[in-house]
């Protein structure tokens, strides 16, 4: 078996989805997943039932459902910022 140079054949999934025009869409939808399975893990690690958590966001249980829901991509940056101070983090953005 030969070795062959370490390189990128053809292009990357990145170029696919701009291509199809889909690139935004699954990105942020990417983005929601990760951010409804971290919150949902921290819960899980304070022993946070949804209740307790939407009553530390102000916001009402249906809310939070929204929110923890990864398919789900209506959330407001408000939102995100009120559930992370709610289990003592911080949300931080960046543009690239």
Do not use: C, W, Y
């Not at 070795?3 to 983005?31: N, P, Y």
């Not at 929601?32 to 949804?50: F, I, P, T, Y």
């Not at 929110?67 to 991509?73: G, I, K, R």
């Amino acid at each position: 078996m030969t070795s062959r140079a370490k390189g990128r054949i053809g292009s990357s999934f990145d170029d696919f989805l701009r291509e199809d025009g889909t690139h935004a869409e699954v990105t942020a939808q990417a983005i929601k997943r990760v951010l409804a399975r971290s919150l949902d893990s921290m819960m899980k690690e304070q022993g946070l039932s949804k209740s307790a958590l939407a009553e530390r966001m102000h916001t009402s249980r249906s809310q939070l459902d929204r929110l923890l829901d990864p398919a789900n991509s209506s959330v407001t940056l408000d939102t995100l910022v009120r559930a992370a101070r709610a289990v003592g983090r911080k949300l931080h953005l960046e543009l690239r």
